[in-house]
């Protein structure tokens, strides 16, 4: 059954770092979601992507975050400048044009020290 | 105000009791998710509602859209359905991006 990848499972990273979070959709999937969980917390949104732009952000997807898909196959989040408050597990997700399942990765749990 | 709620928010059964879990929501919507997520953190998509009923094994899950209200039920349960469940809506005209309740967390005992 096709999937959604993501990597790594687990970043750590020093505060002020950049990260770059990668995640491979469906193949035949057009609609692409970042949400992230702080522990302890509920699921939030962050962004959504079609057809090679942001279709909608939240408030926490501030300029430090961006996203880009670079090469057809690959999702990428980047955060530019960590944050302690941006520790959190990264999930990703995505859905084709006709159905309204999200399929997710197995997320990515990111450490700031 | 949480535009979607979740109740309870953990529950504790026995092997083999039937569990309701419900959702309620304040928004517009096009679809309900219920979700499952195991201690490791991986979300699954166990349904995707917009009316009516669905069934999987020994999961139900239920809505109503003019009460804006869901139900998750399973039947016979079983120490492995110990996990978060989490309900989650589509809003509608919003491409696709989804509001999330807070979580159940449920453990089933032998």
């Known amino acids: 059954e096709p999937e959604v990848t993501q990597t790594p499972s687990h970043q750590v990273t020093q505060m002020g770092q950049e990260v770059i979070l990668r995640c491979v959709p469906i193949?035949?999937?057009?609609?692409f979601y970042w949400y992230r969980q702080i522990l302890g917390q509920k699921v939030e949104f962050l962004v959504s992507?079609?057809?090679?732009?942001?279709?909608?952000k939240s408030e926490i997807f501030d300029d430090q975050f961006s996203v880009e898909r670079p090469d057809g196959s690959n999702f990428t989040l980047k955060i530019r400048s960590t944050k302690l408050e941006d520790s959190a597990m990264y999930f990703c997700?995505?859905?084709?044009?006709?159905?309204?399942?999200?399929?997710f990765g197995a997320g990515t749990r990111l450490s700031v020290l | 105000k949480n535009e979607v709620e979740q109740s309870p928010q953990n529950l504790t059964a026995q092997e083999g009791e039937f569990i309701t879990i419900n959702c309620s929501y304040s928004?517009?919507?096009?679809?309900l998710h219920w979700l499952q997520q195991h201690p490791g953190g991986g979300i699954v998509s166990l349904f995707m509602?917009?009316?009516g009923k669905k069934k999987h094994g020994r999961l139900i899950a239920t809505i109503n859209i003019q009460e804006k209200h869901s139900s998750l039920h399973i039947t016979a349960s079983h120490p492995r359905d110990s996990a978060v469940y989490i309900c989650?809506?589509?809003?509608?005209?919003?491409?696709?991006?989804?509001?999330f309740g807070q979580g159940t967390e449920l453990s089933v005992k032998p």
């Open positions: 928004v517009g919507i096009s679809a």
């Open positions: 509602l917009s009316s």
């Open positions: 989650a809506v589509m809003i509608y005209n919003q491409g696709g991006k989804l509001i």
């Open positions: 997700a995505s859905r084709d044009s006709d159905l309204n399942i999200q399929y």
């Open positions: 193949s035949n999937h057009l609609y």
């Open positions: 992507f079609y057809n090679n732009e942001i279709s909608e």
